[in-house]
């Protein structure tokens, strides 16, 4: 079997958290336009059930700059019950893992001075995927209030980027939870 590999662009400086260049804004890296990371994915890894625009079926979520943090809000429909009038947990894990993705996506793009979406940037793109997912429930989700779900960006390395989430419905924090993603390897395209 061919050995994973991924392309890691040379404009990509490593860069981790605490050397003063994590979830800094530059003039490259803001979506003016009110679009979201996953509206910029390409056709390929847009199908994804959590976030892909092209999955018919799928949830459709949206992650948005927010300051130097990100956000994703998401509703969920009745069907998604863990006992009556909760949220299941599965799906709290999904929201979290699309959310980090994003999140990365977005923070390599920055950290490289990209813009996603943009028409004279001919570079690889930086797809990732969650090599590491870790939730915690810290109370009961009620089905029918907004999940508001904020991302920081704690790391970013060559291959990886960490990311720290925090869901809130209403003034309650529901879930905590941690992605690493890594970069796509050439095996999954
Ligand atoms: C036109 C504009 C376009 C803009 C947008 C472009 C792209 C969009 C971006 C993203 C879109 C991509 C997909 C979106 C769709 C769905 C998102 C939802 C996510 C998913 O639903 S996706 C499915 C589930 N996912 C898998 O199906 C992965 C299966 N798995 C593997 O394919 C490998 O297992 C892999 C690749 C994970 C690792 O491969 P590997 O081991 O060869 O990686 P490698 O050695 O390079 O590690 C590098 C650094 O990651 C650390 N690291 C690695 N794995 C770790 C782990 N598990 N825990 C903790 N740390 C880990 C290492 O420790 C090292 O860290 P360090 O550098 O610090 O040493």
């Known amino acids: 079997m061919a050995a994973a590999r991924a392309v890691v662009p040379a404009s990509w400086p490593e860069r981790t958290a605490g050397a003063g260049t994590v979830g800094r804004m530059t003039s490259h890296d803001t979506l003016h336009d009110g679009t979201a990371f996953q509206d910029h994915y390409p056709p390929d890894v847009a199908a994804c059930f959590g976030c892909g625009r092209l999955n018919e ?3 459709h979520l949206r992650t948005t700059w927010d300051g130097e943090g990100t956000v994703t809000r998401f509703t969920p429909g009745p069907e998604q019950t ?16 699309c ?14 001075g990209r813009t996603m ?14 090599g590491r997912l870790e939730v915690d429930y810290l109370a ?3 089905l029918g209030v907004e999940l508001v779900v904020r991302g920081h960006i704690d790391e970013i390395k060559a291959r990886k ?15 905590r939870g941690r992605v690493i993603a890594v970069l796509m ?5």
């Open 57 to 59: 079926h799928g949830h």
């Open 82 to 97: 863990a006992v009556p009038g909760y949220v299941y947990g599965g799906l709290i894990a999904s929201v979290i893992d």
């Open 99 to 112: 959310a980090g993705t994003g999140t990365a996506a977005g923070a390599a793009y920055r950290a490289a």
């Open 117 to 130: 979406g943009d028409p004279d940037d001919h570079e690889p793109p930086l797809r990732f995927v969650t």
């Open 140 to 142: 009961p989700t009620p």
């Open 161 to 175: 980027v960490v990311v720290s989430l925090e869901m809130a419905a209403g003034d309650t924090v529901v879930a």
């Open 185 to 189: 390897p050439a095996t999954m395209e």
